[in-house]
């Protein structure tokens, strides 16, 4: 009986002692390799190859999803296509979260497919080596330091430890590694949500909401970040509801409001699409002579100084009536609506909904 | 693929070890890597030692009578039932897993923090992005609630192998530790051990809020002792003889009943039975808690 005891005993000790050399191998691993030094090093240049490209686009297709009734996302489909970085823009409560959830497995969809790659993310071979995800920026234990929380995701992921290090140096937080996280700023767990993303030095990457919290520089260290890594042929998928943000970064764009979509396509198709909603001051002192030739389809609102916005009619339209009609024109000017615009109009009345 | 960054990690990068070999390693540096296990564990052996102190203080009582407190003849046959060869190996036994009913709940309680610490840090999402088979990542969990229960007793048991010697040298009471009624209670404290760990991950997998697990553990521990209250009450009203031994449908009284070599309490059934509810609960609430993980959206 007393060597069954002590067999359990020392194999017990053994079996755990056998589970923790994982962490000192990797440890001795990072101080062959590649210990500190790397702050400052340019990212690499080199472009991913166009067989890999395919396996990064991101499918969504009549995507839904209904809690209690209600429908948070509503048959939404949409693509993301490699090497460049998409816009996902909605107002808060659009369902873009709830999207970005269901591509990552952890939301199930009511119907619809989302795939990347043409594979549901809970098919693939390896997920962090393929998809990167920031989630939420306070997804960490507070008591844990930030290099314990991304050796972690490494053990789980079959990484080697070290590679915490090398993200750490890459998003700036190499001098926090051993803080715990409850010490860090908004900016730096956003940094720690991005870190862990690239551990898998992934294809894809899809971020909700990555900007929040950041300083004026951590965004143009990000809004970097996110274009070098679409220049090197990865997927950006980049949820946001900051609209300035968005109009520098992306390449791309979906609009989302009330689970629905409300445009897609390149940042500047989805502006075009949308010049309708400009409108045209106009600066004459007859102002209501030509509002009476340019007809009942358009809209005069004046604007103070003789001048007026009218919608309903562009430049052109204007001119040649105010030419036929003899009104003296001052002064002529189309006015695009910006993207702030744009997405007010496609959300509007929209993000009441929930 | 183009790396990031020319990353000597991902080129070292071996894939030996199976996802579970791998999310085990990963649930106990989530362990070790906050303060919490190692409060439990502090908390634990001074616990421990509290224990082993009181229950020695008991036993010297129960060895060596005070004047004045019990009659004479008493005393007598007190002494005597305590120095027979039944009453020292109980003695040993009881030194040797002193604690055991106070000490489980450590087992309890962290078993419960293993899977609750997700959703109350939101690393929930994290821990499935990385590996998104939710049956892999809650049986991993099992393996290390498992072994954090393991763990607690090795060192409890450890604390009272070196201590309980001691003590009965110190007390004339010659035994020997490797008999096996002795032997026999501390395999089954590791039982209970280990059952409790399990028992609170599988808890706290059913009902995810880390506030609300951790007061539905305690009260279905402490809660549980009060079925011989229920049952004894139950009994002088109906007079049913099954209401005698009924109690150990209570967690914590079947932990009790398993792991008592006598019985547990008056009319209490065999050992086994208790084991048998105390192993079926657990079963049961890792079983509902995969069922569950896997059915619900993280949010």
């Known amino acids: 009986m007393v060597v069954l005891l002590a067999v359990v005993v020392i194999g017990g000790l053994v079996w755990l002692a056998r589970l923790n050399r994982g962490g000192t191998r990797t440890d001795r691993a990072r101080t062959d390799g590649a210990g500190p030094g790397l702050p400052g090093r340019p990212l690499g240049g080199r472009r991913v190859s166009p067989a890999l490209m395919s396996q990064g686009r991101i499918d969504v297709c009549g995507l839904t999803k209904e809690y209690r009734g209600v429908r948070a996302v509503d048959d939404l489909s949409f693509t993301v296509e490699p090497g460049r970085v998409t816009g996902f823009l909605g107002p808060n409560g659009a369902g873009k979260t709830t999207t970005l959830r269901m591509l990552l497995d952890l939301v199930e969809p009511t119907a619809g497919t989302a795939t990347i790659g043409g594979v549901r993310y809970a098919d693939l071979d390896q997920p962090i080596r393929r998809v990167g995800a920031v989630l939420e920026a306070g997804a960490a234990h507070k008591d844990r330091t930030g290099r314990d929380h991304l050796r972690i995701v490494c053990q789980s992921a079959g990484i080697p430890l070290a590679r915490a290090d090398e993200v750490l140096e890459l998003v700036g937080l190499g001098m926090a590694a051993n803080r715990t996280f409850r010490g860090y700023s908004l900016g730096m767990r956003q940094r720690l949500g991005v870190a862990a993303a690239l551990l898998g030095d992934p294809q894809v990457l899809i971020l909700d909401e990555p900007a929040n919290g950041l300083d004026p520089e951590g965004i143009r260290w990000m809004r970097d970040l996110l274009r070098t890594l679409a220049a090197q042929g990865r997927t950006i998928l980049v949820s946001s509801h900051l609209l300035g943000e968005m109009a520098q970064l992306a390449d791309d764009l979906v609009i989302v409001a009330a689970g629905r979509l409300a445009a897609q396509g390149t940042l500047a198709s989805v502006i075009g699409s949308i010049t309708y909603l400009g409108r045209t001051l106009v600066r004459t002192p007859e102002l209501e002579k030509l509002a009476a030739v340019l007809g009942g389809d358009t809209v005069v609102t004046p604007a103070g100084d003789g001048g007026a916005y009218i919608t309903g009619a562009d430049a052109v339209a204007i001119g040649d009536a105010a030419l036929r009609a003899g009104v003296v024109i001052h002064q002529l000017v189309t006015q695009l609506p910006d993207l702030e615009a744009a997405f007010l109009e496609l959300t509007a009345g929209k993000a009441a909904i929930r | ?299």
């Open chain 2, 1 to 299: 693929m183009t790396a990031l960054l020319d990353s000597v990690a991902l080129d070292q990068a071996d894939d030996t070890g199976t996802t579970m070999v791998r999310l085990i390693r990963a649930e106990f540096m989530k362990v070790r890597t906050t303060s919490t296990g190692w409060l439990f564990l502090t908390g634990f052996i001074v616990f421990t030692a509290m224990a082993l102190a009181i229950n020695g203080f008991g036993i010297h009582h129960q060895l060596y009578p005070q004047q004045g407190l019990v009659s004479r003849a008493q005393a007598v046959a007190q002494v005597a039932q305590a120095r027979s060869p039944a009453g020292v190996a109980a003695i040993a036994a009881s030194m040797m897993t002193s604690g055991q009913r106070v000490g489980v709940l450590f087992a309890l309680l962290l078993g419960v923090l293993v899977v609750t610490s997700e959703f109350a840090n939101q690393t929930a999402a994290v821990t499935f992005v990385t590996v998104p088979r939710r049956t892999t990542v809650i049986m991993a969990k099992v393996a290390a609630a498992a072994c954090c229960g393991a763990l607690f007793w090795l060192v409890g048991t450890v604390i009272a192998a070196v201590s309980t010697p001691l003590f009965l040298y110190s007390q004339h009471v010659s035994t020997s530790l490797a008999g096996w009624s002795v032997s026999r209670s501390v395999l089954l404290n590791l039982v209970a051990f280990v059952a409790w760990g399990v028992f609170g991950l599988g808890l706290g997998a059913v009902l995810r809020s880390q506030l609300v697990s951790v007061i539905a553990a305690i009260a279905v521990y402490v809660g549980s002792f009060g079925t011989e209250l229920v049952f004894t009450a139950l009994y002088n009203s109906f007079h049913q003889g099954w209401m005698l031994g009924a109690p150990v449908i209570g967690p914590a009284v079947a932990s009790e009943v398993m792991t008592t070599s006598g019985p547990a309490f008056p009319y209490a059934p065999p050992g086994w039975v208790g084991g048998v509810f105390i192993i079926g609960y657990t079963v049961t609430l890792v079983a509902g808690g995969v069922v569950l993980t896997k059915r619900r959206d993280v949010i």
